[in-house]
């Protein structure tokens, strides 16, 4: 794991990279595009999430935290709002326009480890590994994304072990808002 984030022109026949972007000061972790294909938001073990302009092959902003950054997600119905979840169990939600956290989520677990917003971007879904002595499990939250509060909690103990889970198993619940019952 590099402190670079590579661009690979996938149409050309070589398939050379088109671009490198050497911003983060450790290793990258995660790596998102913009909707609109203008920019790429990265975050890593140097505790930041890094919005890049790909047009003009700049860092446009820095997003700091206390935690590693482990996964990043733009919401789907704004591209000025973004989601970082990090090492220490906490997710924030940006503000790209003003470089602040608009509303923090935290249920004082593990590390985050993937988030994804349902279709209509009222909840988002987060899973993480919570220890707790010899035991591990992962844990699915739907939050809402007002409110900040956690509207359902499952525990997947040794049901999933990857990262990529959430956009995995809760697709097919994925099309309405969560209804708890």
Not at 26 to 48: E, R
Not at 128 to 142: A, F, L, P, T, Y
Request: net charge neutral; aromatic share 10%.
């Amino acid at each position: 794991m590099d402190h670079s984030i590579c661009v690979w022109n996938v149409w050309s026949r070589d398939h050379k990279k088109a671009c490198v972007f050497n911003y983060h000061n450790a290793g990258v972790k995660d790596v998102k595009w913009s909707q609109q294909g203008l920019f790429l938001l990265s975050c890593g073990y140097d505790c930041s999430s890094r919005l890049i302009d790909i047009e003009k092959g700049l860092e446009a902003q820095v997003f700091k935290e206390d935690q590693v950054v482990g996964v990043v997600k733009f919401h789907p119905n704004n591209s000025d709002l973004f989601l970082s979840g990090g090492s220490k169990g906490l997710i924030k939600l940006w503000d790209i326009r003003i470089g602040k956290v608009v509303h923090e989520y935290r249920r004082g677990l593990g590390p985050i480890l993937d988030v994804e917003f349902t279709t209509d971007a009222k909840q988002f879904i987060s899973s993480c590994d919570e220890s707790k002595g010899n035991i591990s499990e992962n844990s699915i939250i739907v939050w809402d994304v007002l409110r900040q509060v956690p509207l359902s909690n499952q525990l997947a103990d040794g049901l999933v072990n990857s990262r990529f889970y959430v956009s995995q198993l809760m697709l097919p619940f994925m099309g309405n808002s969560y209804q708890p019952v």
